[in-house]
C-alpha cells in the first residue's frame, strides 16, 4: 500500500526516507522519487520501483549549498551560479569528496555526483526534516511520462512505493538544466529550467552535449564515461582460474581467491547496492595480487539482474 501524505506528513515522509523507504514528493519541477542517498539497498530500490533497466546517475538533492558542498567540491564556478541560482533548477555536477558517503550506486560509480537545491518548499522542508541527501529521478515508470501530479505518481508506482506526499500539480515543464562543472569547460548536459544563456552570462561559454541536435540528450549510458575497471572483465563466469579475481553471485565458485560477493542470497537489490563498491574492490585487489582479470559469474535477469547486466557488459566492453 501506498501512502497519500498531506503536506502534514512531512516528519512522517522524513521517517520513512531515513528507514530506507522510498518516498515520491513534490519539486517545482517535477515529482521525484527519494530515496536516502546513503542507503545503497534504498537506492537500488528506487531502479526496481522504476524499472529502469540501466544504472544511470541520479541526482542528490540537499536543503542548501552548505549541505550539498560537504558532499562536492565547488570551484568559484560553482560557488556563483549557487550563489544566484540555488534554491532552483539548476543541477551541478561536481567532483565527489572522498569523504563523502553517498551510495555509489546513487552516482552509478563515477567520480563526480550530480548534486541540487529545490524551490519547492515541500522539498525544502523534507529535506531538512530527513537529514540526510535524498536521492531522486522523476517519480514514474522507466519510459513513462514525468509526473506533475500525486495522482500521476500513484498512476504508475501505487503499491511500489511507500508514500507520495500530495503538494497540488508542480509548475509543470522544465526539468533542472544539468550542467557539468568537472572539466575545465563546462558542459551543458540537460537544458532545462534555468537557462544556458543566464550561465554563461555568469561563467563563459559552455559546451553542449549531443553536439548538432538541439534539444536532444544523448542516453546517459552515452554520455557517460562509466567507470570502467582496468583489469579485463569476463562474463558468464562458471569457474575461476588461479590467477582470475571472481565477482560472485549467490554460493561461490570452488578454487576462488579474491572474491567480492554481490549477494550470497542472491538477491537483486542486494546485488545492486554492492555493484559498484565491489568492482572497485576487486580492480584494484587484483592489481595488489598480480591478477590477469575478473570473472564474473551469471546474474539471473529478473527485476534489477537487467540493469545489473547492462552495468556488467558496458564494463566488459572492449574500451
Ligand atoms: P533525472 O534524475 O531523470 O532528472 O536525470 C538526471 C540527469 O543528470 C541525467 O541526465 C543524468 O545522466 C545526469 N547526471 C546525474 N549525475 C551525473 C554525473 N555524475 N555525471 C553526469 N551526468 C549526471
Ligand atoms: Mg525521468
Redesign the pocket.
Known sequence: MTERLTPAGVARAAALLREGALVAFPTE??Y?LGADARNGTAVAGIFAAKGRPHF????SHFPDAATAFAEVAPDARAEALAARFWPGAL?L?LPRRSESRIDLLT??G?D???VRVPAHPLAQALLRAAGTPVA???ANRSGGV?PTTADHVLDGLSGRIAAVIDGGPCAVGL??T?L?L?TPTPVL??PGGVTAEAIEAMIGPLARSGAGQPGT?RS?GM??SHYAPGLPLRLEAREVAADEALLAFGPSLPGAGATWNLSEAGDPAEAAARLFAGLRWLDAEGARQGLRGIAAMPVPMAGLGEAINDRLRRAAAPR
Not at 56 to 59: A, F, M, R, S, T
Request: proline fraction near 10%; glycine fraction near 6%; hydrophobic fraction near 45%.
Open positions: 519541477t517535477v521525484g544511470n546517475p541520479l541526482i543541477t555536477v552516482g552509478a563515477l563526480t555526483l550530480a531522486a529521478p522523476s514525468s526539468e533542472s544539468v557539468d568537472s548536459l540537460r540528450l546517459p554520455l557517460l
